[in-house]
């Protein structure tokens, strides 16, 4: 695999100083499908955006992205959310968008559209949103970043929220990715390495509604770009390495607006009793794989739950739903779901958790995991 390290950024450099003349390069940014990867390309425009409603509805191949065949390929970017670019500087622009069909309809990975109609429906409840993004750094060989060729690290312990060399495998990684979100706008609320070696987490929200999936997906991409500039691979696969290794989640946690009220932990605890009755609903939605990749992380073990049980626990990292423990005390605030795996896509989550806990839709699912 070719790593884009090897080029010469100060080549780059002298261009990105060059005059542009008003125009603003707007970089497109779109979910393929796999419902997982990310794609983009840029156009021209002759002023900056300053509303979404600025940005224009462009069009791309959609039988190279696994979203339409070749007979019939065209399919079209709808902007959703726009970010400021920190790899360009201003006045340039990030857009996600929704990728729509030729007939204007959503395609089978676009799940935005579902979710901005499901919290448009709870809006008066308020729904919060922050989510722990775990992925894994990755040698452009496939191997764990900084891990030996021909063996392993020493055993887990040292490495969570570590210091120091031999601790901490691609901080500077983290640390460009923390202030390009910044930059960019996306509600980043923190970061810290994890458990494995070359793991880390970062942390987005607390977001309203659909503003959580939007800020997480861009962050992702952010994450991905910066990985291009340090020649490294970012992986959000759930269960990276086999053996005594622990995976990676992306904790979903929520609350509404009763729920953060003092007295709150009724509502708290009502939200745990009917996730309860859906637990395999939730996992299903909880991975791109209808919970094939999860099952290789939870397992039970390395701060899991099992797959084929609910549990819930005041301060406990094996529940399927931790309720933190100065939430427990100061009777309000919110939940974790622990559940969700890294590769998520955080419109499917918030979407199923909301219709859950707000709606109070019911009914569960069998499972098909071959297991």
């Not at 910044?182 to 980043?188: E, F």
């Not at 299903?284 to 701060?303: C, I, S």
């Not at 301060?315 to 939940?335: D, F, M, T, W």
Request: negative net charge; hydrophobic residues 30%.
């Amino acid at each position: 695999m070719p790593s884009s390290a090897l080029l010469d950024k100060a080549a780059k450099s002298k261009y990105m100083d060059l005059e542009t003349f008003g125009i603003t390069q707007a970089m497109y940014i779109w979910i393929d499908g796999s419902g997982e990867s990310l794609r983009c390309k840029t156009r021209s425009l002759e002023k900056e955006p300053k509303d979404i409603s600025d940005l224009p509805v462009w069009n791309f191949d959609g039988s190279s992205t696994g979203q339409a065949e070749g007979s019939n390929s065209d399919c079209f970017l709808k902007p959703c959310a726009m970010f400021n670019d920190p790899f360009r500087g201003a006045p340039n622009k990030l857009v996600l968008c929704e990728v729509l069909s030729y007939k204007m309809e959503a395609v089978e990975t676009n799940h935005r559209q579902t979710c901005a109609g499901v919290m448009n429906q709870v809006k008066e409840d308020h729904p919060w949103f922050g989510m722990e993004q775990e992925y894994t750094l990755l040698d452009v060989d496939g191997h764990p970043f900084g891990w030996p060729k021909q063996g392993f690290p020493g055993p887990q312990g040292p490495y969570y929220c570590a210091v120091g060399t031999g601790n901490v495998y691609g901080r500077e990684v983290v640390e460009a990715h923390y202030r390009a979100c910044i930059y960019a706008g996306i509600t980043i609320s923190g970061t810290n390495a994890e458990v494995m070696p070359a793991q880390w987490e970062f942390q987005v929200g607390p977001c309203e509604g659909i503003k959580m999936g939007d800020h997480l997906w861009m962050a992702r991409f952010l994450l991905h770009r910066v990985c291009e500039d340090f020649g490294v691979v970012a992986s959000f696969d759930p269960k990276p390495m086999n053996g005594d290794w622990n995976g990676a989640g992306c904790h979903c946690n929520y609350s509404t607006e009763k729920m953060r009220l003092p007295g709150g932990f009724d509502e708290i605890n009502n939200a745990v009793e009917k996730l309860s009755k859906r637990h395999n609903y939730h996992i299903q939605a909880y991975d791109p794989q209808g919970g094939k990749d999860n099952m290789r992380r939870l397992t039970g073990l390395h701060e899991t739950s099992s797959i084929f049980d609910f549990s819930s626990g005041v301060a406990n990292r094996q529940a399927s739903i931790r309720i933190p423990r100065h939430v427990g005390e100061e009777k309000c605030g919110y939940l974790e779901d622990r559940r969700p795996s890294s590769n998520c896509d955080p419109y499917t989550v918030t979407e199923v958790i909301a219709r859950t806990t707000i709606l109070n839709e019911e009914g569960d699912v069998v499972l098909k995991l071959n297991c």
